[in-house]
């Protein structure tokens, strides 16, 4: 079982969830890009607990079974728009 899955913030979902967001692309499944920003989503703009959003993943997963590629940026961490790390 999960740690702090009786939890209601439940903030091991939204770890998580950034993680799969930030990989997304490559090797990483189509679903877990989706599921993380969806996650990221509803805590950061709806303020959904943690639990709330894996109550809604369940609820994502049983509706689909092709999930879209997401484009990933084609750059290093620290660059701006440019290239450059001076941001």
């Known amino acids: 079982m999960t740690a702090g ?43 959904f607990s943690g639990k709330q959003v894996q109550k809604v993943h369940l609820l994502q997963a049983g509706k689909n079974k092709i999930w879209p590629r997401l484009k990933t940026a084609n750059y290093k961490m620290g660059e701006n728009h440019r290239g450059r790390g001076d941001c």
Request: proline letters at 0%; charged letters at 20%; hydrophobic letters at 35%.
């Open 5 to 47: 899955i009786y939890d209601e913030e439940f903030i091991h979902q939204t770890v998580i969830d950034t993680y799969e967001a930030q990989h997304g692309g490559g090797k990483t499944k189509n679903i877990s890009a989706v599921f993380g920003l969806v996650g990221l989503y509803l805590v950061l703009e709806k303020n």
